[in-house]
């Protein structure tokens, strides 16, 4: 289905954009490769309204063929921002396709504009694979922040694509942002958003996931490695009013395990 509906309204856009095969692009249009990179960073501290949040760093690189490249527009009478996605092509030429979605700004620390919904935390139980908690559907402000390891063929020496989205900016009614080929964004621990709520989870062994696009919006080449996870052990209390400990075990790359049980082979002792 949306193979579909990408197809029609690139036909409605008088264009062609590339369908790709196992990661490599079959046609004219480049396309980037979101990479989701392991949950790090990972603690447990007391969030000021008094629950206890398990916080993490996320990172997602672009490894595929082309720049991830959106843009947002809006009128001054709505607070969010449409998007379309520009497709670089192999002759230079650029398509642009309208995806769900939108930009918002963001306060809470971050203060700049938002590609929202771009990644979903959850933590999950290592065994069966069932959710025991997630976080918010998180909005990145999408850069070319630091290179790939190991390097990506075509990457930039210099990103192109490396902007503060607008920062201190609530007024703007344009907006571009994306991440360039061989380059990943990441947020740190400490900013806001960046938690699961574990105020009610018990001691044990628990996966932290991360989910690029969860939604599939995005145009991309490959799939396969759109989640990452982290096994981690979750110690008991200390006390009243303490967090507890945690300790990260193991990190499954994003082409490792079902994208539900990540890390189930490595749960055990």
């Known amino acids: 289905m949306l193979a579909g509906l990408i197809a029609a309204m690139v036909v409605a856009l008088g264009a062609v954009v ?18 989701q990179l392991p949950p790090y960073g990972i603690s ?28 947002g527009t809006r009128d001054r009478r709505r607070t969010v921002m449409t998007i379309n996605q520009e497709i670089v092509q192999t002759d230079g030429t ?12 963001t306060p809470f620390g971050h203060n700049h504009w938002h590609f929202l919904q771009f990644d ?16 918010h559907k998180v909005g990145f402000c999408l850069g070319s922040r630091f290179t790939m390891e190991p390097p990506v063929p075509g990457a930039p020496a210099v990103p192109a694509i490396n902007t503060n989205c607008g920062r201190f900016l609530p007024g703007l009614t344009r907006m571009r942002m994306g991440i360039d080929v061989g380059y990943a964004d990441d947020y740190a621990a400490y900013l806001e958003f960046q938690y699961i ?13 991360h989910r690029a696009d969860p939604q599939k919006r995005l145009v991309v080449g490959d799939r396969s ?42 749960a055990g002792p």
């Open 94 to 105: 650029r398509v642009r396709i309208p995806i769900a979605g939108g930009m918002r700004y």
């Open 120 to 135: 979903a935390f959850e933590l999950r139980d290592p065994v069966r694979g069932v959710l025991v908690s997630e976080g």
């Open 18 to 35: 590339t369908a790709a095969v196992g990661g490599v692009v079959t046609d004219a249009g480049l396309l980037p490769d979101l990479h």
């Open 197 to 209: 709520d574990i105020t009610h989870v018990p001691a044990g062994r628990y996966v932290v996931v």
């Open 44 to 71: 447990a501290r007391r969030a000021p309204h008094g629950r206890v949040v398990l916080t993490f760093a996320s990172a997602v690189g672009n490894g595929g063929q082309g720049p991830l490249i959106l843009n």
């Open 225 to 266: 490695d759109d989640v990452a996870s982290t096994l981690i052990e979750i110690g008991a209390t200390a006390g009243r009013g303490k967090v507890p400990s945690v300790t990260t075990l193991a990190e499954c790359a994003a082409t490792s395990g079902a994208p539900d049980q990540p890390c189930v082979a490595t």
